[in-house]
């Protein structure tokens, strides 16, 4: 396995770690909740994401279809991460790359998704 990285809500409070190799392009998507937070995501295996602190922070906002639990940190707002199933079947994890300090967010290739035609 290759290297893992870690992240964190603005206060600290919420921290996680996901062992896989760093990202090197991220998606940014124009649905109304996405394009609002600005968040550039990663999907990864829930199975390589760990939350390392912080579950009794979390709150959940679901909206749309629901198909994703999105995780808020309840003191500081921000939303590291959100909790779903993709196409596949496969429980995944949608990670905002903005909260993960190691990673050079303007090096990151952008595929940009159309998700307010979802």
């Known amino acids: 396995m290759g290297m893992s990285y870690e992240g964190s809500c603005h206060c600290g409070a919420v921290t ?4 896989e190799d760093r ?25 390589s994401f760990s939350l390392t602190s912080g579950s009794e922070e ?10 994703l639990r999105h995780r808020v940190c309840r003191t500081c707002g921000v939303q590291c991460f959100a909790e779903g199933t993709s196409p596949n079947g496969t429980e995944t994890r949608a990670v905002n790359l903005r909260c993960v300090p190691a990673i ?12 307010a035609d979802f």
């Open 23 to 47: 990202p090197s392009e991220a998606i940014s998507c124009n649905c109304s909740h996405c394009r609002r937070k600005g968040f550039l995501l990663t999907f990864v295996p829930a199975l």
């Open 104 to 115: 050079d967010l303007d090096a990151l290739a952008i595929d940009r998704v159309n998700g």
């Open 16 to 19: 996680f770690e996901v062992a």
């Open 58 to 67: 979390l709150v959940d906002y679901t909206f749309y279809k629901h198909r």
